[in-house]
């Protein structure tokens, strides 16, 4: 790698990360959506595959420990984090029910889960939104590309516009730690 090499990949990440700008009114929906369920006692559940899995644990993980400051730990579950649900549910069901059969055993009536995901594709993710519409969970997609199917299944989604993988997980990742700061302000 050379500089020119490393300044592209700079200018292409602060690029995407400055298109953010422009969904503004999305970026604020979602936090919204997400400081009323927690309000009204309800919990956060986050999915995603690959680097995508990633970020829904580190969502989860911020909610229930802390993301800056000291507050009452929040109720949030990352549907990737249990190995053993995870194995057993693709034996059994097959790997596309992954996150459904979670959706439907932890998931009630207020509670929201957030997909991420980079291309809004993915028959895992799908089923999970669909069983989130069933289950009267709100589902909140926090997607790049153009959304692709999962864009269309979620109640709110951001749409990160570009289409390098990595490039729209660092406005994922930007997205979440927003996220988490209206938290913070809601609760502390």
């Known amino acids: 790698m050379n500089q020119d090499q490393l300044n592209a990949i700079i200018e292409?990440?602060?690029d995407t990360i400055?298109?953010?700008?422009?969904l503004q009114e999305e970026i604020l929906r979602v936090c919204d959506c997400v400081v009323s369920a927690l309000k009204s006692g309800n919990k956060v559940l986050t999915a995603g595959n690959g680097g995508s899995a990633a970020e829904a644990l580190h969502m989860s993980e911020e909610l229930v420990?802390?993301?800056?400051?000291?507050?009452?730990?929040?109720?949030?579950?990352?549907?990737?984090?249990?190995?053993?649900?995870?194995?057993c549910i693709a034996n059994d069901y097959g790997y596309d029910k992954v996150f459904s059969r979670q959706v439907e055993g932890l998931g009630c009536k207020g509670d929201v889960l957030v997909l991420f995901s980079t291309s809004g594709k993915g028959d895992v993710l799908?089923?999970?939104?669909?069983?989130?519409a069933a289950k009267?969970?709100?589902?909140?997609g926090l997607l790049g590309r153009d959304?692709?199917?999962l864009a269309s299944q979620c109640d709110l989604s951001i749409i990160v516009p570009g289409s390098a993988t990595e490039r729209i997980q660092e406005a994922h990742q930007l997205l979440l730690h927003i996220i988490l700061d209206a938290v913070e302000v809601a609760f502390v």
Do not use: E, H, Q
């Open 65 to 87: 420990g802390r993301f800056r400051g000291d507050r009452v730990s929040l109720p949030a579950v990352s549907l990737v984090a249990d190995s053993t649900a995870l194995t």
């Open 18 to 22: 400055l298109s953010l700008k422009g």
């Open 136 to 140: 009267g969970v709100s589902t909140i």
């Open 12 to 14: 292409a990440s602060a």
């Open 147 to 149: 959304g692709g199917p």
């Open 126 to 132: 799908l089923n999970a939104a669909r069983a989130s």
